[in-house]
């Protein structure tokens, strides 16, 4: 990552605060590969880091100003408060993520004596599905590690920024996003078990395939009622297993046990919720293994069968999803399609032949017009690192 590719950002900060940052950072965007809806339930997931993500160019203050600007959001102009104020902007805005990791720092004990400039620039779409708001809340977290000179252990940041993302959106979400963003690592997708938080890089090798990332374009609403409704199907389907079975999540039993027990669950909705978390899991468990000893033939379609169980047991895709992972699927040579992230719109991936890429988009692209009316993005996937400082900026 080249100190030139910040040149524009580093000039908007000079414009904006009058003054030259000291230093440069960037975190990435994420995509899961497999394990979705699992690390609320103690499951296990599988994501990996993109190179896209959130830059940041910053400077310490002398005083105690914090003062943010954003060039995804010119209109909202420069933002500033006070180090220690922790209330909500007046109009939530993205400086409320800000607030909100600053709150959970100072709350695990680094008090930061001064403030600082931040200004930023994403090219990850916001609000969309690839964890745009993870990106951000780690970014903050390693400036004002670097910045303040703090020696935070990574899983602090990770739990900082769930934390300000728990308080801020108000969704009961996992720990997936923040900690693959803090632990991604390139050419590599995190396997995180969500139960003990222990986890390993696996390296994604893919030979003649790759992944592709599809966008809906669908503007995602309701995403926070019905992820929230899902927790709780899952949590009420979990107290009905506790009548006998002695576990703590979905996350402890195997297919072959929840097969055997699942008539304590009396709501069948409820039954398709707590399978699909337990099946997830397993395939999650098992698409490791396949990536591992370079079974992508089985690892795709471990994908498909996640899709399936996302779309029939937990019921999270609808149309768009639908659409544009079916046409996916059929593509020839596709070895495995699903969507990703919290879903109800977003993002899908494929695993498709590299050779055949143009193609692939040219014919699914086509299909998801037809049938919506408007297109769906296709990107490239590059695995990057996780959340860093880049360097100084340097002055001549
Ligand atoms: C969202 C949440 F933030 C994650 O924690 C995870 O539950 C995901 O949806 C679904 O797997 O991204």
Redesign the pocket.
Same mark, same amino acid.
């Given at each position: 990552m080249e100190q030139r590719d910040l040149h524009e950002l580093i000039t908007t900060f000079e414009t904006q605060f009058g003054t030259i940052p000291t230093d440069m950072f960037f975190s990435p965007g994420r995509v899961?590969l497999i *394990?979705?809806?699992?690390?609320?339930n103690g499951g296990h %997931?599988l994501p990996i880091t993109l190179m896209l993500g959130t830059y940041g160019v910053a400077r310490r203050r002398d005083d105690r100003l914090v003062r943010l600007y954003s060039a995804n959001f010119p209109d909202l102009g420069m933002l500033s408060f006070a180090i220690d104020d922790f209330n909500k902007m007046p109009t939530h805005s993205w400086a409320d993520y800000v607030k909100g990791v600053l709150k959970a720092l100072t709350e695990l004990g680094y008090h930061l004596e001064t403030g600082f400039d931040l200004a930023i620039d994403g090219d990850i779409p916001i609000a969309s599905?690839l964890?745009s708001s993870?990106s951000l809340e780690l970014l903050i977290g390693v400036v004002v590690q670097k910045l303040f000179d703090l020696k935070i252990p990574r899983l602090q940041l990770v739990m900082a920024g769930h934390q300000a993302?728990n308080d801020f959106v108000g %969704?009961k979400?996992?720990?997936?996003?923040q900690f693959s963003v803090g632990f991604g690592a390139p050419n590599t997708a995190i396997f995180l078990d969500t139960n003990t938080l222990g986890y390993r890089l696996v390296p994604v090798i893919l030979r003649d395939f790759e992944l592709i990332v599809m966008n809906t374009n669908k503007p995602r609403s309701l995403v926070t009622s019905k992820?929230n409704e899902r927790v709780a199907e899952t949590q009420a389907a979990l107290q009905a297993l506790q009548t006998k079975l002695s576990i703590n999540s979905l996350g402890d039993i195997d297919m072959a046990t929840f097969t055997a027990n699942q008539a304590l669950i009396k709501d069948p909705t409820l039954v398709k919720r707590a399978r699909h978390a337990v099946s997830e899991n397993q395939r999650t468990i098992t698409a490791v293994r396949e990536l591992a000893q370079g079974d992508l033939i089985e690892f795709g379609a471990l994908l498909n069968q996640s899709q399936a169980s996302l779309r029939d047991d937990y019921e999270v895709t609808g149309l768009e999803l639908d659409t544009l992972v079916t046409a996916a699927q059929e593509f020839p040579g596709v070895l495995g399609a699903r969507m990703t992230?919290? *879903?109800f719109g977003g993002y899908a991936l494929a695993l498709i032949p590299k050779k055949r890429r143009a193609q692939f988009e040219q014919q699914v692209g086509a299909r998801y017009y037809e049938v919506l009316g408007y297109d769906a993005s296709f990107y490239d996937v590059e695995i990057g690192p996780g959340a860093q400082w880049i360097g100084p900026v340097k002055t001549h």
């Open positions: 899961n *394990g979705e809806h699992t690390d609320y %997931v599905g964890s993870a993302e %969704v979400t996992g720990l997936m996003d992820y992230g919290a *879903g």
